[in-house]
């Protein structure tokens, strides 16, 4: 199997944004994670 420049280019292209992909799902859960912290200790509600 010969692998070309441009097979080579998409593949490096292609894992930078899966990484970017779940880099912003960890950050969008982790933003949820501290406003139901910070929802909690506000109210002290053990349904949150």
């Known amino acids: ?3 070309q420049i441009e097979t080579l280019a998409l593949l490096f292209s292609t894992t930078s944004l899966i990484l970017l992909v779940y ?4 950050l969008a859960n ?3 994670i501290r406003g139901l912290k910070k929802t ?3 109210k002290q509600n053990d349904v949150i």
Do not use: S
């Not at 880099?23 to 960890?26: A, D, G, K």
């Open 1 to 3: 199997m010969i692998l």
């Open 40 to 42: 909690y200790h506000e």
């Open 30 to 32: 982790a933003a949820i």
């Open 23 to 26: 880099t912003n799902r960890f």
